[in-house]
């Protein structure tokens, strides 16, 4: 594994290298969110009987962070070597699908915690939510992240150009992100857009990080684990298919 934890070290360094725009920016992002939703309705919304609404925001707020940065930091990293050139430089090396997979989805791992860590830091400060099970809210925060940087790696090799990673980012992970419960609960709504919500696979995860900030939440946090983990299954066996077959890779 000595290759694949070369390239995760690349990948690392790769984000890190500009942390004010892959980390900072992110972090301010979901401040602004904070102040602005908290701000405008931290008095007319209670949610779970007694939750204030800036400390039920909190956790949402992480989570969403944790999943778009986990997705962007794959699937911009595979696009970018694309459309450099330097993807060649990978390809006469003797890595495996695995090695590549591993090194993907492992830095967006750390890039999606770094991220999420650095937004509960400055936004705990508003409102403590408080960490009831901080068991739950790490497993969701690093299956959540892994499907996502897994996601991340489909669309990288599926895409050409920078515009439809864009394309991809803006009409499939962003709807599903903001309709997943990051600024609600499910429970307030009808109950024909409640079973629509339980569709989308990206509620369990903040729904599931949520419970282990509260001990409560809109589904149990086994159904949770169950559908998030079957979703990176799922995800993963489909972008590890694609690597083995250098699906345009060496075109």
Do not use: C
Not at 180 to 206: C, E, K, R, T
């Amino acid at each position: 594994m000595t290759g694949a934890r070369t390239l995760l070290y690349k990948e690392m360094l790769r984000f890190w290298k500009v942390s004010f725009q892959t980390v900072a920016a992110p972090v301010l992002t979901a401040v602004l969110y904070l102040l602005i939703f908290g701000h405008a309705l931290e008095a007319h919304v209670k949610v779970y009987g007694s939750v204030g609404y800036t400390s039920f925001l909190i956790p949402g707020l992480v989570m969403m962070s944790v999943l778009q940065n986990a997705f962007a930091n794959s699937s911009s990293s595979l696009i970018q070597s694309k459309v450099t050139g330097n993807l060649v430089f990978l390809l006469v090396t003797p890595l495996s699908h695995w090695a590549w997979f591993a090194a993907y989805v492992g830095a967006s791992v750390v890039r999606g915690l770094v991220v999420g860590a650095g937004v509960l830091a400055v936004t705990v400060w508003f409102a403590p939510p408080g960490l009831a099970a901080p068991g739950w809210a790490l497993v969701f925060a690093v299956l959540g992240a892994a499907m996502m940087g897994a996601l991340g790696l489909v669309a990288g090799l599926w895409a050409e150009k920078f515009d439809q990673i864009a394309a991809f980012q803006n009409f499939v992970v962003m709807p599903m992100t903001f309709l997943s419960g990051v600024f609600y609960s499910v429970d307030s709504l009808p109950p024909f857009w409640q079973a629509v919500s339980h569709l989308n696979p990206f509620f369990y995860m903040i729904d599931g990080f949520r419970a282990g900030f509260f001990g409560v939440s809109d589904v149990s946090p086994w159904i949770s684990l169950a559908v998030v983990a079957a979703s990176l299954v799922a995800v993963s066996a489909v972008s590890l298919r694609l690597l083995k077959t250098g699906y345009k890779l060496r075109s």
